[in-house]
């Protein structure tokens, strides 16, 4: 059994969506053990509908709650009553075995750092997407955990989400690509192009810069980037994909040979719409720290937690965190080898 430790008043839409989240998840995996955290009198009233799977569902008291205008720092120092503090030392003490919440992104970042832990090796954690490509999807990372970043850090990104694309998506040989303003090796600022020496000389396979018209058109299946770049490319993204639905909705609405074309093509107009619709993926895995932990969107419903919670099942499933300390050690290993022969004499 899978135990996952939910902050059921994550999120604009708690606790409401995220009970009904946990119970959809519950009924789809018989495998699954879930905890809802958060002040009991709010949670309760949602698990009315729960019936066949409320043995596998548990309400634990956190009475405080992180809201998205606190310090992020400050909050996860103070509210040690809060399901984010909570949830994050039930996971390093392995009390759960995957943690998932919609709340602050600052104070899962913090929490994840000070109350979890980094894994050995790791200098910066990062938040990983999975986004719609023309052919399938891929992970972007980072995606706003780390606004400045280093060479080496960018480095790590790549490792990570090799592992993650390897473990959790079945990818035998991940294509890592990284975010330029050309595809030449000498393009982009001092950060990219370190960046990109580094990468050649990293285990994974690494098929070079990739500009941002061809991000979406299946040329990596792992895209990295520093968090500051990589938030603006989801959000444009998500921005862009509501504008092209709305005005693709409003053009077949247009006329009466528009809609006729509508209705004919109703199924495929309802296919895209799926794969663009992030409820089916659920959030961003927050890369390197301890554990398994998912951050999902905000604005999630019972659909989108249900995906979140599957998908910090299948972390666990896939041993992400093992993969990528392994990786981290054999890079660390593979640097450290050539110094101490020379430091030896050898």
């Known amino acids: 059994m899978i135990r996952l430790f939910l902050d059921a008043m994550g999120g604009d839409n ?5 009970c009904q989240g946990a119970i959809d998840a519950l009924r789809k995996d018989p495998e699954l053990l879930i905890t809802l955290a958060g002040p009991v009198d709010q949670i309760t009233p949602h698990l009315d509908a729960a019936g066949d799977v409320r043995s596998r569902l548990s309400v634990l008291d956190t009475p405080e709650v992180i809201d998205n205008h606190e310090s992020p720092a400050m909050a996860i120092r103070q509210k040690k009553k809060s399901a984010i503090v909570t ?3 039930a ?3 392995g009390d759960t075995d995957a943690f998932v919440s919609a709340g602050s992104t600052g104070a899962v970042l913090v929490g994840g750092m000070l109350r979890l832990g980094r894994i050995p090796g790791i200098e910066r954690p990062a938040l990983a997407p999975l986004i719609p490509s023309i052919n399938g999807q891929f992970l972007l990372i980072d995606c706003g955990a780390n606004v400045d970043s280093r060479p080496e850090w960018l480095a790590q990104f790549a490792i990570m989400g090799d592992a993650y694309m390897r473990q959790v998506m079945g990818i035998k040989n991940p294509r890592i690509g990284l975010v330029n303003n050309g595809a030449e ?4 600022n001092l950060l990219y192009s370190q960046a990109h020496q580094l990468l050649k000389k990293t285990p994974v396979n690494f098929v070079g810069n990739i500009e941002g018209r061809y991000i979406p058109a299946d040329k990596a299946d792992v895209i990295v980037c520093d968090g500051f770049d990589g938030n603006i490319i989801l959000k444009y993204t998500e921005g862009l994909a509501m504008t092209l639905m709305g005005l693709i909705k409003g053009e077949l609405m247009a006329d009466a040979r528009s809609k006729l074309g509508a209705l004919l093509a109703k199924g495929a107009f309802r296919r895209v719409k799926k794969r663009m619709d992030y409820t089916e993926v659920g959030g961003a895995p927050l890369l390197g720290v301890q554990g398994a932990v998912v951050k999902a969107h905000g604005s999630s419903n019972a659909r989108a ?3 979140a919670i599957c998908q910090a099942a299948g972390m666990v499933r896939g041993g992400v965190t093992q993969a990528i300390e392994q990786a981290i050690n054999a890079q660390t290993t593979s640097n450290n080898g050539p110094q101490e022969e020379k430091e ?3």
């Open 14 to 18: 708690a606790p409401q969506a995220a």
């Open 87 to 89: 949830g994050m030392l």
């Open 91 to 93: 996971l390093r003490a």
């Open 185 to 188: 090796e000498e393009k982009g």
């Open 305 to 307: 937690f249900a995906s």
């Open 344 to 346: 030896h004499g050898i």
